[in-house]
């Protein structure tokens, strides 16, 4: 299994720009340093994350949807934004596993396509990876109606249905190669950037990373141990596939019982088990998703991840919100309690032993009602600051890594000359305290500015239903 084998990363092609900018090929960029249209952020600083620090602002200008200059050389005849000294600008955020579902009733999850593209873009969100969709016929339209200007949003890369026991109505008795093979072609020929797969056979995840990879798609899973008929990530990655979720996998979760089981108990930060498997990622440049805020919504309440610094309630519509405030505290998972501190161990040892490019951010939290996708980015953010990521870094994974891990680190990922404008601007140095990168001023997705608090006003009310008639359509069969 060679590092280098190409499957590891989707082909950067005509289509893939195509995806991205609408035209094959760059933005014509001026070359009299004068153009008739445009944005000029000037003041503060912005941060590199290929170098990971703070670089004074003397005009980043963007033409289109193309960064024409960060240098202050180009000077677009359209706005010039000024910002404060102290403010400064990141590159968009990449959320690769940016579940637009959501479980308001606890009767099974849905896809929420009104609000979550405007929350998720007013946290600096600019690319999502939903990681399996329940609808992924609407959450192809939604992606289409933001390609086309239509709805302010985030870029989708579409993930499809999900492969695996997890997607209702999946019978794995029937699937065979030749029916996986027909289902990687339907939804790659419909726009689909990445499969899903979880709860997935080995004969079944097998096939669907071979066809996965004809068409240039991404697969990434969640897996377990090998226990029963799961698979485990080292047994996954002999298979050529390009991201892991959650568990590392290997001898550290053995097939004698569930990862989950297995988590829990493991003590041997030094030892070999999580050595090696770390070092078999790295060496087949594998991409490792950690999830590390989501024990913090399931296991016993931490102030610091889970309080909230906005109402994000405020975006329940009124009677969903007297519904979620009338309900008693959620249960916490005993199990979440005792996986969170090692989650956070395995993760600063992945980053520590040459695993820093190869980690991307994920969010993973299909809501009850509570902590919104988009705001969880930021949660994501923190929990990898105290997992001992440096917050340089813990910004490059969520950005730069992210659009690597898709092959796209041509157009995304940083603020450079040439590549798309995705960017948002923050109050303060988040390089000093990651929270700081909360306070979103503006955000600018594929050239086009906005302002966060316009697009957070613009969708409170609207999760949930009406009135207790229209709970049907959040209350899907199981």
């Given at each position: 299994?060679?590092?280098?084998?190409?499957?590891?990363?989707?082909?950067?092609?005509?289509?893939?720009?195509?995806?991205?900018?609408?035209?094959?090929?760059?933005?014509?960029?001026?070359?009299?340093?004068?153009?008739?249209?445009?944005?000029?952020?000037?003041?503060?600083?912005?941060?590199?994350?290929?170098?990971?620090?703070?670089?004074?602002?003397?005009?980043?200008?963007?033409?289109?949807?193309?960064?024409?200059?960060?240098?202050?050389?180009?000077?677009?005849?359209?706005?010039?934004?000024?910002?404060?000294?102290?403010?400064?600008?990141?590159?968009?955020?990449?959320?690769?596993?940016?579940?637009y579902a959501v479980d308001l009733f606890g009767e099974g999850?849905?896809?929420?396509?009104?609000?979550?593209?405007?929350?998720?873009?007013?946290?600096?969100?600019?690319?999502?990876?939903?990681?399996?969709?329940?609808?992924?016929?609407?959450?192809?339209?939604?992606?289409?109606?933001?390609?086309?200007?239509?709805?302010?949003?985030?870029?989708?890369?579409?993930?499809?249905?999900?492969?695996?026991?997890?997607?209702?109505?999946?019978?794995?008795?029937?699937?065979?190669?030749?029916?996986?093979?027909?289902?990687?072609?339907?939804?790659?020929?419909?726009?689909?950037?990445?499969?899903?797969?979880?709860?997935?056979?080995?004969?079944?995840?097998?096939?669907?990373?071979?066809?996965?990879?004809?068409?240039?798609?991404?697969?990434?899973?969640h897996l377990d141990s090998g226990y029963g008929e799961t698979?485990?990530?080292?047994?996954?990655?002999?298979?050529?596939?390009?991201?892991?979720?959650?568990?590392?996998?290997?001898?550290?979760?053995?097939?004698?019982?569930?990862?989950?089981?297995?988590?829990?108990?493991?003590?041997?930060?030094?030892?070999?088990?999580?050595?090696?498997?770390?070092?078999?990622?790295?060496?087949?440049?594998?991409?490792?998703?950690?999830?590390?805020?989501?024990?913090?919504?399931?296991?016993?309440?931490?102030?610091?991840?889970?309080?909230?610094?906005?109402?994000?309630?405020?975006?329940?519509?009124?009677?969903m919100r007297a519904v979620v405030e009338a309900r008693p505290?959620?249960?916490?998972?005993?199990?979440?309690?005792?996986?969170?501190?090692?989650?956070?161990?395995?993760?600063?040892?992945?980053?520590?032993?040459?695993?820093?490019?190869?980690?991307?951010?994920?969010?993973?939290?299909?809501?009850?009602?509570?902590?919104?996708?988009?705001?969880?980015?930021?949660?994501?953010?923190?929990?990898?600051?105290?997992?001992?990521?440096?917050?340089?870094?813990?910004?490059?994974?969520?950005?730069?890594?992210?659009?690597?891990?898709?092959?796209?680190?041509?157009?995304?990922?940083?603020?450079?000359?040439?590549?798309?404008?995705?960017?948002?601007?923050?109050?303060?140095?988040?390089?000093?305290?990651?929270?700081?990168?909360?306070?979103?001023?503006?955000?600018?997705?594929?050239?086009?500015?906005?302002?966060?608090?316009?697009?957070?006003?613009?969708?409170?009310?609207?999760?949930?239903?009406?009135?207790?008639?229209?709970?049907?359509?959040?209350?899907?069969?199981?």
């Amino acid at each position: 299994m060679a590092g280098s084998d190409s499957r590891r990363r989707t082909p950067r092609s005509c289509s893939v720009v195509i995806a991205l900018a609408a035209a094959c090929g760059d933005a014509p960029i001026p070359e009299t340093g004068i153009d008739e249209s445009g944005v000029a952020l000037v003041g503060g600083r912005w941060l590199d994350v290929e170098t990971g620090q703070l670089v004074p602002n003397p005009g980043i200008a963007i033409v289109g949807d193309r960064i024409a200059a960060v240098d202050g050389s180009v000077q677009p005849a359209g706005d010039v934004v000024r910002l404060e000294d102290e403010w400064t600008i990141l590159p968009g955020l990449i959320d690769l596993h940016a579940h637009y579902a959501v479980d308001l009733f606890g009767e099974g999850r849905v896809d929420e396509t009104v609000a979550y593209p405007s929350l998720l873009l007013a946290n600096g969100v600019t690319t999502t990876f939903p990681a399996g969709e329940l609808d992924p016929v609407a959450m192809r339209e939604l992606r289409l109606s933001i390609d086309r200007g239509e709805r302010p949003g985030p870029r989708i890369l579409n993930s499809g249905p999900y492969f695996g026991s997890w997607r209702r109505g999946w019978d794995g008795a029937r699937m065979t190669r030749d029916s996986i093979f027909a289902e990687v072609d339907h939804w790659a020929a419909r726009g689909a950037r990445g499969f899903k797969a979880k709860g997935i056979r080995a004969e079944h995840l097998r096939p669907l990373i071979e066809r996965a990879h004809s068409h240039g798609v991404t697969v990434t899973a969640h897996l377990d141990s090998g226990y029963g008929e799961t698979v485990n990530p080292r047994d996954a990655i002999a298979m050529g596939i390009d991201r892991v979720e959650h568990f590392l996998g290997g001898d550290m979760m053995p097939s004698t019982r569930s990862a989950y089981a297995s988590l829990q108990e493991f003590e041997d930060f030094d030892g070999p088990e999580l050595r090696d498997i770390i070092a078999l990622y790295v060496r087949e440049g594998v991409n490792f998703d950690a999830t590390l805020s989501i024990y913090g919504y399931w296991g016993p309440h931490d102030p610091e991840m889970t309080a909230y610094w906005t109402d994000e309630l405020r975006f329940l519509t009124p009677y969903m919100r007297a519904v979620v405030e009338a309900r008693p505290p959620r249960p916490v998972l005993e199990s979440f309690r005792k996986m969170s501190p090692i989650k956070r161990r395995t993760a600063r040892a992945f980053y520590e032993n040459g695993g820093r490019d190869l980690m991307t951010m994920g969010t993973d939290h299909p809501s009850w009602g509570r902590y919104w996708s988009g705001f969880g980015a930021h949660r994501e953010l923190l929990a990898m600051a105290r997992a001992g990521i440096p917050p340089a870094d813990v910004f490059r994974i969520a950005s730069l890594n992210g659009a690597k891990a898709f092959g796209l680190e041509a157009d995304l990922g940083s603020i450079a000359t040439g590549k798309i404008a995705d960017l948002f601007v923050v109050r303060g140095n988040p390089l000093e305290d990651v929270r700081r990168a909360r306070d979103v001023e503006y955000v600018i997705a594929r050239g086009t500015l906005h302002e966060a608090a316009a697009l957070l006003a613009s969708v409170e009310g609207t999760i949930g239903p009406s009135d207790a008639s229209e709970e049907g359509r959040w209350r899907p069969e199981r």
